[in-house]
């Protein structure tokens, strides 16, 4: 995971936002290639979804449109969808440290003999024994297990709790919930009045809309409402570089169905996203998918069907796998809450039916800011046999960059012609123009930003205007025609 983090860096996707002032934890600011990539699985997110919708059950495509709603919504909406009361997660605080801990993050390890509890963050059993022989406590591991404690639980043994950071027991305080939206004031005074919130998911704008959409378009139950943007929260222990931040990007899509077909639809939006995730370049082997436990089910998916997960296997996961989107049957909480407090109806007529009812929501939560560290970490590969040394196995359609067009010399001939083809090309086509450095160099480059092809300028272009295409995964070179390289860049970019 270091060695991505720092390509990231050094390539220009990812960096600490805020980096000369030491960052700021839990946010992070895209470079010039990280917003490329970010942008196209975006984009395939939307063609996929809004533009190009899968087919259904009944042979033809399901309908899906999109919307983009404010981050900032009126309070009450927070009230109503349960974040307020509900989106919250057990605080520890270490007294000595001042640091503070997710309760149900921490672990105690117990075994037949003694029951002395120890607390620690989710670190490697080596860690683990190293302070505990740190301690004066126990030699080794074997024979102890790991137990993580439901809140009872660490009440009743708070006094024996060793700290992630200290040496001695008893300096954590009872947990406390500790609500993870952000708030700010609307207007110019700062009181409980004009509190808002910043949206913790997208969710909540298809749903105030939900109404306004069916009034305002030819849309007929079953349909989806689609939205991508910016979501927030005030994570206790924002870790693992973009996979958890304060601020991030979803891609949701809330699906309205009949109650009855409720469990058709999960089915059917598992196989597909699954599906989806493969077809832009995640492996099978890196990809899981596991239905929630009934204890992680959010507020909203106690009822009905629960949640079904699709889980990458990241680096810093591995051999686990952490949670990329989730298919979360919602039930109509969300609609009849929204009903009940703002006292407008939110149910549907069925135009054909005559008949009124609360649809059923099927909802297919992406993020994309987890999706582009799941594309990078699948691309990194190490190749100690070529001058970079890595290289990124980017699918062609989520490539920053498409193709670099060098010419092989910085000479008078080669440069006029690789001009033309590249002022072409990125007509169609995110491409670079790479003049300086030696060719060697130069193709170092693309494989380290995951350039699939690069086309170059020699003497022979001049003779019969063909180029040399170097595909970066095997570094084959063949030669086709100028006119061709269009062509094959948008056969290349098929999925
Ligand atoms: N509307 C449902 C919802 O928000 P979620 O599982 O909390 O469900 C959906 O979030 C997706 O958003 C997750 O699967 C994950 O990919 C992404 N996500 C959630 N919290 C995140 C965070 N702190 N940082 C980055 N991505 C996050």
Redesign the pocket.
Known sequence: MKDIVALCKRRGFVFAASDIYGGLNGFWDFGPLGVELKNNLRDLWWKAMVITPPIGPDGNPVEIVGIDSAIIQNPKTWEASGHVGGFSDPMVDCRETKKRYRADHLVVLKNDTDKWPAFFEDVEDTDIEKRLKKLGLAQDLTGYERHNLTEPDILAALDKVIGPDVDKAGTLTEPQQFNLMFHTFVGATANEDNKAYLR????QGIFLNFKNVVDSTRVRVPFGIAQIGK?F?N?VT?RNF?????E?E?M?MEWFCRAEEAKMWQEFWFEERAHWWKSIGLSSANLQMRPHESDEL?HYAKEGLGTS?IEYKFPFTDPDFG????I?HRCDFDLTQHQKFSGQKMDYLDPVAQERFTPHVI?P???L???VLALICEAYTVDESRPSGVYLNFHPSVAPKKAAILPLTAKEEHVPLAQKLYLELREEFPVDLDIKQNIGKRYARQDEIGTPYCFTIDNDTIADQTVTVRDRNTMAQERIHMDKVADYLREKMKR
């Open positions: 913790p998911e997208t969710a979501a929260r994570e924002p973009i996979f958890r931040s304060r991030f979803q949701e959010a997960d949670e990329l989107e989730g979360a909802e939560a992406a993020g800011t987890r999706g």
